[in-house]
């Protein structure tokens, strides 16, 4: 069966300006949940989606937003965009969304670059 | 979130050789995680470790859960050139609820 896709793969964008990455989980997974990779930081957690619904959020400021339809696929935004929010997302499904005995399959990522 | 120390952080290895690499925690994890990313691809999963004390074996890859729950190790033997890339350890804490990822093991293996 289809992996979990994210679009677009690569993107360029400038300072200010605002991007919305889109990721389409595996079929008959209801978590969608997204993390930021970058070499300093490594994988931060940005938020988790279940049933259209955010369920858990991580350390990140507000210019990041997300939301997930019905069908189960997100798509998260990055307003007002910064130099250092460039970073590979990752976007990883589940099948049932709870701590503890959930494995994450991960896309391939989206790759932004803020110049 | 949690943090978890991973080390080494880079290992640079001759093919046939035996690595090994581990990651601690702070806190109690119930769940451990050990993935392997290549160069433009996501994270791909390994091992899934559940039980403290869980030995657990993919092919050529072993690992295992700590008994004190706070640690996990990743053994790869007779490593071949296809094993490079950056080895994750990923876990859950009790109170946690996002995966909490250590900062990776480089590897690259000599022919």
């Known amino acids: 069966k289809a992996g979990v896709t994210q679009t677009p793969r690569y993107l360029i964008k400038t300072r200010g300006q605002q991007v919305t990455l889109s990721c389409s989980p595996i079929?008959?997974?209801?978590?969608v949940s997204w993390y930021q990779q970058t070499p300093g930081q490594g994988l931060q957690f940005l938020f988790e989606?279940?049933?259209?619904?955010?369920?858990n959020k991580g350390n990140f400021p507000g210019r990041f937003s997300g939301r997930q339809f019905s069908n189960s696929r997100s798509e998260m935004n990055v307003s007002t965009l910064e130099l250092g929010d460039s970073a590979l997302y990752l976007c990883?499904?589940?099948?049932?969304?709870?701590?503890?005995?959930?494995?994450?399959?991960f896309g391939a990522g989206s790759r932004l670059t803020v110049l | 979130g949690q943090q978890l120390n991973q080390s080494p952080q880079s290992m640079f290895i001759q093919e046939g050789e035996d690595v090994s690499m581990n990651c601690t925690s702070s806190?109690?994890?119930?769940?451990w995680l050990w993935y392997k990313q290549d160069p433009g691809e996501g994270p791909v999963l390994l091992i899934a470790?559940?039980?403290?004390?869980e030995l657990t074996s993919n092919g050529r890859l072993t690992a295992q859960f700590g008994i004190t729950r706070k640690d996990s190790f990743l053994n790869i033997s007779a490593s071949i050139p296809s094993d490079v890339g950056i080895y994750f350890c990923?876990?859950?804490?009790?109170?946690?609820?996002?995966?909490?990822f250590g900062k990776g093991t480089s590897l690259l293996v000599t022919p």
């Open positions: 990883a499904s589940s099948l049932v969304g709870s701590a503890g005995a959930n494995v994450l399959t």
């Open positions: 079929s008959g997974h209801r978590s």
């Open positions: 989606y279940f049933s259209e619904t955010q369920r």
């Open positions: 806190s109690i994890f119930n769940t």
């Open positions: 470790l559940y039980k403290a004390g």
């Open positions: 990923a876990g859950y804490s009790n109170s946690g609820y996002a995966l909490n």
